[in-house]
Structure formats: structure tokens, C-alpha cells
């Protein structure tokens, strides 16, 4: 299965910021035993690429690790070789998506406009990123996939257990969760990361009930 097959089925990504080597591991372990195996670890993050590259060695092959709020080819590739399966962007950068391809990396780019969602199809992205998709509502979704109904589109941005599942029937593919699911500072105990496990268990839920 593909990322992008992965990330359709499941349906959920989780973003995660302002993690670090010590609760990396812990973090991906509680989101996957809820049922969350697609996370992108933003790149502002300090020492992400070192982040990357503990997660990836320490956690099961099912939990894609990706790299979130990539900006540039130049960070694309530091994130690649430190171990991302996938890249995401908040905006659409050519350059980005060509040195993606390059090393054979899904790379699913930020876009609002329909314009910018044309675009980021025809250099060949396999999913875009509707954000900030709070700014539109579900109800864009849904306008963009009349005229677009072959783009594949993932929304991030606001994203609560009330406007979900509106999304998702809207036409969104997926859905990226942030500090509504995730807030890597907060987590200290363990029964921190068991409330962790179950917030993303209430998502999965919320994403595979039927349309």
C-alpha cells in the first residue's frame, strides 16, 4: 500500500509540533494504539531531522513517519535522508514537489485556490493540501470537487471532533489533526499519553463511520 493509499483508508494524519527525542517515540506509539499510523513531524521543530531519524528506528514499520511545514527542496531533502516516508507542505512550491520525485517521495503541497490545486495536479501531486481549510469550511470542499472531482485532497487547519466528519462528507480524502489531537508539550505522565490514545481512538471513530 502506498502513503497516499494509507492515508486515504485511514484517513487521519496527525501533526505533530514541538516534539523531541525524549517523547518522540512515546507519542507515536499511543497514536498508533489508537489507530493513527500517518504523522507528519513538523520541520520548524528543533533538532527534526535527529527526531526523524529516532522515530523511524524505534517505532513499527506500520507508522509512517513524515515531515509536516516543509518550505523548501532544500529542507524536503535533509528531511528525506534523515528518514521521512512522506512530505507536506503549507504551500505550493515547485521546486519542492520536483526534488520529492526526485528521491521517489510523496509530497502533498499546501494549495487554496483552485488554481493552485490545478497546478500542484498537473506537475503530478497525488493529494493536496486544502489549508487553512478553517478559512474556507466543508462546504469549499465540496464546490472545489465539482469541477475537480479527480484531485484527491486532504484539509488541515481547525479541525475539531464537530466539523470532521462534515469534511470528510464534503469530499475530503483525509484529514490533518494538530494541537486537537496532539500537544507534544503537555505530555508527562502516562496517563497523558493514554488520554493521547484515546482522543485519536475518538477520531478514528469519527472518520470511519459510514458517509
Known amino acids: 500500500?502506498?502513503?497516499?493509499?494509507?492515508?486515504?483508508?485511514?484517513?487521519?494524519?496527525?501533526?505533530?509540533?514541538?516534539?523531541?527525542?525524549?517523547?518522540?517515540?512515546?507519542?507515536?506509539?499511543?497514536?498508533?494504539?489508537?489507530?493513527?499510523?500517518?504523522?507528519?513531524?513538523?520541520?520548524?521543530?528543533?533538532?527534526?531531522?535527529?527526531?526523524?531519524?529516532?522515530?523511524?528506528?524505534?517505532?513499527?514499520?506500520?507508522?509512517?513517519?513524515?515531515?509536516?511545514?516543509?518550505?523548501d527542496p532544500e529542507t524536503a531533502r535533509s528531511v528525506i535522508l534523515a528518514g521521512a516516508a512522506f512530505v507536506v507542505a503549507p504551500t505550493w512550491n515547485l521546486e519542492t514537489l520536483q526534488l520529492c520525485q526526485r528521491?521517489?517521495?510523496e509530497h502533498i503541497p499546501g494549495v487554496l485556490t483552485p488554481t493552485e490545486i490545478t497546478t500542484a495536479y498537473e506537475h503530478g501531486a497525488r493529494m493536496v493540501k486544502v489549508f487553512p481549510a478553517d478559512a474556507v469550511g466543508p462546504k469549499y470542499i465540496k464546490n472545489i470537487r465539482g469541477p475537480l472531482p479527480h484531485?484527491?485532497?486532504?484539509?488541515?487547519?481547525?479541525?475539531?471532533?464537530?466539523?470532521?466528519r462534515e469534511y470528510l462528507d464534503n469530499g475530503s480524502a483525509a484529514v490533518g489533526l494538530g494541537s486537537n489531537l496532539v500537544d507534544a508539550s503537555k505530555l508527562k505522565t502516562e496517563t497523558d499519553y493514554k488520554e493521547l490514545t484515546a482522543r485519536a481512538k475518538e477520531f478514528i471513530e469519527l472518520a470511519r463511520k459510514n458517509r
Open 103 to 105: 528521491y521517489g517521495i
Open 151 to 164: 484531485v484527491t485532497a486532504m484539509v488541515t487547519g481547525g479541525i475539531t471532533k464537530d466539523n470532521l
Open 1 to 71: 500500500m502506498t502513503i497516499i493509499e494509507g492515508i486515504k483508508k485511514e484517513k487521519v494524519v496527525a501533526v505533530i509540533r514541538k516534539s523531541s527525542e525524549k517523547n518522540i517515540v512515546g507519542i507515536l506509539e499511543a497514536l498508533a494504539e489508537g489507530g493513527i499510523h500517518h504523522v507528519e513531524i513538523t520541520a520548524e521543530t528543533t533538532n527534526v531531522n535527529t527526531i526523524i531519524k529516532k522515530a523511524v528506528a524505534n517505532v513499527d514499520e506500520s507508522i509512517k513517519v513524515g515531515a509536516g511545514t516543509v518550505l
